[in-house]
């Protein structure tokens, strides 16, 4: 047992999500019964442990019929570490989508996959193909580690770069579920052949003597009742904030020596975004700078924040139990001090650090070994075929014709790596048949540094839309700024469809959060490179609106923004009195004396037809309406 002091906590009752915990063999049951029962979906604590296993039970709201039994689905979600995919388990992905799900792929902002659409019935075989093709479901969810996020440029020349991509690894092993219920459950108790452990990896999951380890377990670091709930982690490089570092439980930084070898880590802890409307006890929370680790002590570092978790992390209210609660309610010298308990000597001082800048890797480039990479920007992940644009069709011509590596990346996009440049021109040739942008210089700025969560219809958290509505909306807030005279300004809008934060709205700029039907939570302020929280500006916000709300505020940008200054940081520096008082007595220019703005709705398809017009002729959608609407009154 840990030699650590109880909790203070341990004299509450834990939540009900505890006791399924405890009851389940390690995870085990009662999925291991469920999934042999001719039903459509399981039960509500089968539902609890099956997110450890790499799924969600879902329901397809547009397919509610009243009476009915709701539209039971099932979300599968991959763990890649770093985003590695590789090419083998792209096309098993691919088929899936088609055979069992809807026939799309969804790149997630943890650089994993997810298949939407899988029936009960199909859930084993999806599982059991995933994992037979170099994959795994295995603590994609639950109350454990997810996947580990790097960097996801492959930069050969670079050796910190694949410090970060060695060390996402390791350490997704290190913390990888070690109970049997997801072999026995989903292949049958067969365990595909997969890359080995590094020795390190293994010795340091076993060293104990400092109360890191629960012995006479299946699962040494986790134990019995796993995590209090779900821990982030990520590794990157000094200056590259690919990953929204800040917006992490734990993140490692690589730091190395001036001829490139690897010294150790600056390790930052105690970031976090979800949160509940109206529950002032919940915030978003950027994480905190801890300490250096030496390249030899990493692993029992990370052993040591993940106990202190653990051991003292709340299990009483779920809605309390990330790591950033407890550094928040703590202080950091004292978990500092709890953190180096476990790692049995004092930690060594945080390293100066450059300042972090976000980049997204697209188009072409040089990997620094003579080979090209390819980023390609897809809109909120979904890759889809879509009339013209056949983007999942040419993922697909792509990997099969050249065997290419996948890197994920944590913006929703994809990298193509280890590219001969003999074959760039073939690859541009698959691109451009199927409709598919590779330079980014030529698409809205805007749309590429975007970022939406699903939300509906299949998320049952989503209090509204987000990734359905994204598209339009920036397409409106386009025109505005172009309306406005601020044709060149561009600015990151992430935005979910419930305050739990899975597109990281509150590092953005321009952040929407769904807080009730068809209606955002606004959060302003946030660092073009995700360096800094967001504040919310507005509780509640009808898409309707948008417009009249935004006006003002980029007018009031346009006026007193210093040289160079961008929106997430003018509204910083403002500060919200200044952007409520000019707001309050700000007054629309009116050339035809209108004093109202008047707004109507349209159908879904005749809005996609008129978006789908203005596409081809290349002219603003308004324009198309206006000209439409001339012609209809005078053929009155």
Known sequence: MVKSAPSPLASRKPSKVEGIKENSNFLREPVATEILEDTTHFSEDAIQLLKFHGSYQQDNRDNRVKGQEKDYQFMLRTKNPGGFVPPQLYLALDKLADEYGNHTLRATTRQGFQVHGILKKNLKTAIATIFKNLGSTLGACGDVNRNVMAPPV???????????????????????????????????????????????????????????????????????????????????????????????????????????????????????????????????????????????????????????????????????????????????????????????????????????????FLGWEEQGDGNLFLGISIDNGRVKDEGSFQLKTALREIVEQFNLPIRLTPNQNLIFCDIAPDNKQAIQEILDIRGVVADPGKIEPLTRFAMACPALPTCGLAITESERAIPGILERIRALLDKLGLQKQHFVVRMTGCPNGCARPYMAELGFVGSAPESYQVWLGGSPDQTRLAKAYTEKLHHDEIESFLEPIFVFFKKTRQSREGFGDFCDRVGFEAIREFTSTYEPPTPNGSKSRHRVSLREDVYLQIKEAAEKQDRPMTELVHEALDKYFQGL
């Open 154 to 360: 492959p930069l050969k020349n670079r050796p910190d770069y694949q410090y970060a991509w060695e060390y996402a690894q390791n350490i997704a092993d290190l913390l990888s579920p070690q109970t049997g219920a997801y072999y026995e459950i989903w292949l049958d108790g067969e365990k595909a052949i997969s890359a080995e452990e590094h020795p390190d990896v293994k010795a340091a999951r076993q060293r104990n003597g400092t109360g890191t380890i629960i012995h006479d377990t299946e699962e040494p670091i986790y134990g019995t009742h796993y995590m209090p709930r779900k821990f982030k982690i990520c590794v990157t490089v000094p200056g590259d904030n690919s990953v929204d570092l800040y917006s992490q439980d734990l993140t490692l930084v690589v730091i190395t020596n001036k001829k490139g070898e690897l010294q150790g880590f600056n390790i930052f802890a105690g970031g976090g975004l979800g949160r509940t409307h109206g529950k002032e006890e919940t915030f978003a929370r950027i994480a905190d700078p801890i300490c250096f680790v030496a390249k030899a002590d990493v692993y029992d570092l990370v052993k040591a924040v993940v106990a202190t978790q653990r051991d003292y992390g709340d299990r009483t209210d779920r809605r309390h139990a990330r790591l950033k609660y407890l550094i928040n309610d703590w202080g950091v010298d004292k978990f500092r001090a709890q953190v180096e308990e476990y790692f049995g000597k004092p930690v060594e001082p945080f390293k100066t650090l450059p300042k972090f800048k976000y980049q997204d």
